[in-house]
């Protein structure tokens, strides 16, 4: 076998194999020699088939399988012993045949870069320390007496806290624009659901009134049409409605599984909850920053053919249809994201392999028992995951980036971050990274 290698450009390689004729004659003729002795043909005794018919027969079959075969074998030697790592399945090309009938063929293909991580110890990690307080388990009741509340219609002028529903029809310049009317649509006044000036607009309000308004958008608005414009609207306001809370009794308690009913037991349950979710929210602000630090540390010409494959698998979970693939491949909405997964691949790879982490099974079953607790039967689910390979397979990519990021966390630099609650379980931006000049 006969191998040459160009470099294309980037990533890309070409390899042009040459396999001679010989090897390809030699195992074809076996393959035949050993069909004609197990072959079943009508008017012959099994075994004695001439094989002059068995290669008329099967001869062409025969040998597009050998070709098949010697391709796939001949590619993956050629990879080892240039020492490739094609980063996809390679696109192959037939070529004419030699003088001597060798067979030809090309393969095309991109390889995964060749790099070491470097940086980190210029990474610096901002780790929250936090803790449950009473003041947030106080807020976290109010905020589930909020997810009930109730909306009693009221006949008075419309005030902040409100939800008036109205039907409405805006004008530009006298002319409509892309959704410029509503039917129904329900909005709570200083809830942030409409621009600022639209809510203004319906405060003082009755149920029953018909008003036009002059709305400013602000010159930031997402749509291009109307930052910055005054839009009139017809409003009709059908309803305005005041909250009202449930009481925070025992009927509502047991709302929640507490059967005691007793405030005190809900309190605790959700102390109990709110503790194992911010272990979880500090968990997830560290790992980001670290991810973000590789990245920043390690820029990485990226194979194109991955980053499509990552656009694509990403289009599909966010409900995209098949037919849509060449569009969503050059989406700018995904393809960012994608490049960002597709580096961290590539990176935590390459840290794997070079420092030898492993995961022990100790590690596996504590991933899986911090799915499972959010189960009403963690027991129930464990088992289920123990019992779907594929299934499981998801929990251990993930108990191997816990460890990868374990391991990080003894190379970076990590500094203590006071905090609270609510600033882990709702942060602004993920946490900072920081490298050290």
């Given at each position: 076998?006969?191998?040459?290698?160009?470099?294309?450009?980037?990533?890309?390689?070409?390899?042009?194999?040459?396999?001679?004729?010989?090897?390809?004659?030699?195992?074809?003729?076996?393959?035949?020699?050993?069909?004609?002795?197990?072959?079943?043909?009508?008017?012959?005794?099994?075994?004695?088939?001439?094989?002059?018919?068995?290669?008329?027969?099967?001869?062409?079959?025969?040998?597009?399988?050998?070709?098949?075969?010697?391709?796939?074998?001949?590619?993956?030697?050629?990879v080892?012993?240039?020492?490739?790592?094609?980063?996809?399945?390679?696109?192959?090309?037939?070529?004419?045949?030699?003088?001597?009938?060798?067979?030809?063929?090309?393969?095309?293909?991109?390889?995964v870069?060749?790099?070491?991580?470097?940086?980190?110890?210029?990474?610096?990690?901002?780790?929250?320390?936090?803790?449950?307080?009473?003041?947030?388990?106080?807020?976290?009741?109010?905020?589930?007496?909020?997810?009930?509340?109730?909306?009693?219609?009221?006949?008075?002028?419309?005030?902040?806290?409100?939800?008036?529903?109205?039907?409405?029809?805006?004008?530009?310049?006298?002319?409509?624009?892309?959704?410029?009317?509503?039917?129904?649509?329900?909005?709570v006044?200083?809830?942030?659901?409409?621009?600022?000036?639209?809510?203004?607009?319906?405060?003082?309000?009755?149920?029953?009134?018909?008003?036009?308004?002059?709305?400013?958008?602000?010159?930031?608005?997402?749509?291009?049409?109307?930052?910055?414009?005054?839009?009139?609207?017809?409003?009709?306001?059908?309803?305005?409605?005041?909250?009202?809370?449930?009481?925070?009794?025992?009927?509502?308690?047991?709302?929640?599984?507490?059967?005691?009913?007793?405030?005190?037991?809900?309190?605790?349950?959700?102390?109990?909850?709110?503790?194992?979710?911010?272990?979880?929210?500090?968990?997830a602000?560290v790992?980001?920053q670290?991810?973000?630090?590789?990245?920043?540390?390690?820029?990485?010409?990226?194979?194109?053919?991955l980053?499509?494959?990552?656009?694509?698998?990403?289009?599909?979970q966010?409900?995209f249809?098949?037919?849509?693939?060449?569009?969503?491949?050059?989406?700018?909405?995904?393809?960012?994201?994608?490049?960002?997964?597709?580096?961290?691949g590539?990176?935590?790879?390459?840290?794997?392999?070079?420092?030898?982490?492993?995961?022990?099974?100790?590690?596996?079953m504590?991933?899986?028992?911090?799915?499972?607790?959010?189960?009403?039967?963690?027991?129930?689910?464990?088992?289920?995951?123990?019992?779907?390979?594929?299934?499981?397979?998801?929990?251990?990519?993930?108990?191997?980036?816990?460890?990868?990021?374990?391991?990080?966390?003894?190379?970076v630099?990590?500094?203590?971050?006071?905090?609270?609650?609510?600033?882990?379980?709702?942060?602004?931006?993920?946490?900072?990274?920081?490298?050290?000049?």
């Open positions: 076998m006969q191998v040459s290698i160009e470099e294309l450009g980037g990533l890309e390689r070409r390899l042009t194999i040459q396999i001679p004729s010989s090897t390809i004659d030699q195992e074809v003729t076996a393959r035949l020699r050993s069909l004609a002795r197990h072959a079943k043909l009508d008017g012959f005794r099994p075994g004695k088939i001439p094989f002059n018919v068995v290669q008329r027969m099967y001869g062409a079959q025969v040998r597009q399988e050998v070709l098949t075969g010697a391709v796939e074998s001949s590619f993956r030697d050629a080892a012993e240039a020492n490739l790592r094609p980063a996809a399945g390679p696109k192959i090309e037939p070529k004419a045949d030699d003088d001597n009938g060798s067979f030809i063929y090309t393969a095309t293909f991109e390889v870069p060749d790099f070491d991580v470097q940086g980190l110890e210029s990474i610096v990690v901002e780790r929250p320390v936090a803790e449950v307080t009473d003041a947030d388990i106080d807020r976290m009741l109010e905020t589930l007496r909020k997810q009930r509340t109730q909306w009693l219609d009221v006949a008075r002028p419309a005030i902040l806290g409100d939800k008036v529903v109205i039907d409405f029809e805006g004008k530009l310049d006298g002319e409509s624009f892309p959704g410029n009317t509503g039917s129904a649509v329900p909005v006044l200083g809830a942030g659901g409409m621009i600022k000036p639209f809510e203004d607009a319906l405060q003082g309000v009755v149920a029953g009134e018909q008003k036009q308004a002059d709305v400013d958008f602000p010159e930031d608005y997402h749509s291009a049409t109307l930052s910055g414009k005054t839009v009139q609207f017809s409003l009709s306001v059908k309803s305005v409605a005041e909250p009202k809370l449930p009481e925070l009794d025992a009927e509502f308690v047991k709302s929640f599984g507490i059967d005691d009913g007793d405030v005190e037991s809900l309190k605790q349950a959700l102390r109990e909850n709110m503790v194992r979710e911010l272990h979880k929210g500090i968990g602000v790992k980001k670290i991810m973000d630090g590789l990245i920043m540390s390690n820029p990485l010409e990226l194979p194109e053919v980053v499509s494959e990552e656009t694509v698998r990403m289009a599909r966010a409900g249809p098949e037919s849509t693939g060449s569009e969503i491949e050059q989406s700018a909405v995904f393809e960012e994201e994608a490049r960002r997964r597709v580096a961290l590539l990176i935590v790879s390459r840290i794997v392999s070079a420092e030898g982490i492993k995961l022990d099974e100790a590690k596996l504590k991933q899986l028992q911090m799915l499972a607790e959010t189960y009403a039967d963690p027991e129930e689910v464990i088992q289920w995951y123990l019992q779907n390979p594929q299934a499981l397979e998801g929990v251990r990519a993930l108990a191997m980036e816990e460890s990868v990021v374990e391991w990080l966390l003894g190379k630099v990590v500094k203590e971050l006071p905090s609270t609650f609510d600033d882990v379980m709702r942060p602004a931006n993920g946490g900072v990274v920081r490298t050290v000049a």
